[in-house]
Antibody, heavy 119, light 111 residues
Framework: QVQVQESGPGLVKPSETLSLTCSVS?????????WGWIRQPPGKGLEWIGS???????YYNPSLKSRVTISVDTSKNQFSLKLTSVTAADTAVYYC????????????WGQGTLVSVSS | QSALTQPPSASGSPGQSVTISCTGT?????????VSWYQQHPGKAPKVMIY???KRPSGVPDRFSGSKSGNTASLTVSGLQAEDEADYYC???????????FGTGTKVTVL
């Protein structure tokens, strides 16, 4: 099974940019890739952030679209998330995931990384 | 785009069955057969239990089953076991503009 692992700063200041990387193991990301980011504020539910598909995209949650960028680096077998102008409301556990390319599901999840937004 | 509606909680005794509903609209649950269900234990990452409404990934016990009728999808856990106590989330494909919408989540308690 494909392994994915998030990495990045655990603390970001308000108004700055949150940047996370997802490293992929046991799979070449340049294959039929379908990758996504999901987040979960403390004590709350899951929220889809965005996805990249080999066949198109990226696709973003409309509520975050103006602040989100997801990109793929095939040379490093990684994909990344950038979220600009963060506020305390962006404090959450951020998960990266391998998606089912044809049938839209989240097949493999990383363990998640907590990002806190605070000065 | 609104979250899919799930009951906040559900419970059952060991060996019993529990069914969780996930209600959306014709633009998501009712419009596509791309509903999936995730189990999340405290402090852990979600794990997929069902995809494409009723398909089980390899390794998921057949005690877990999914179905859909109209704008409502359901997850049934039969023969409840202590380790089934967790939060469960549904998600549905919602079209090319917004791709996915998640459910509000249901906490399942094994009495």
């Amino acid at each position: 099974q494909v392994q994915v692992q998030e990495s990045g700063p655990g603390l970001v200041k308000p108004s700055e940019t949150l940047s996370l990387t997802c490293s992929v193991s046991d799979y070449s990301i340049s294959s039929d890739f379908c990758w996504g980011w999901i987040r979960q504020p403390p004590g709350k539910g899951l929220e889809w952030i965005g996805s990249v598909f080999h066949s198109g995209g990226p696709y973003y949650n409309p509520s975050l679209k103006s602040r989100v960028t997801i990109s793929v680096d095939t040379s490093k077998n990684q994909f990344s998330l950038k979220l600009t102008s963060v506020t305390a409301a962006d404090t959450a556990v951020y998960y990266c995931a391998r998606e089912g390319c044809i049938s839209y599901w989240f097949e493999s999840w990383g363990q998640g990384t907590l990002v806190s937004v605070s000065s | 785009q609104s979250a899919l509606t799930q009951p906040p909680s559900a419970s059952g005794s060991p060996g019993q069955s529990v069914t969780i509903s996930c209600t959306g609209t014709s633009s998501d649950v009712g419009g596509y057969n791309y509903v999936s269900w995730y189990q999340q234990h405290p402090g852990k990452a979600p794990k997929v239990m069902i995809y494409e409404v009723s398909k089980r990934p390899s390794g998921v016990p057949d005690r877990f089953s999914g179905s859909k009728s109209g704008n409502t999808a359901s997850l049934t856990v039969s023969g409840l076991q202590a380790e089934d106590e967790a939060d469960y989330y549904c998600t549905s494909y919602a079209g090319s503009n917004s791709l996915y919408v998640f459910g509000t989540g249901t906490k399942v308690t094994v009495l």
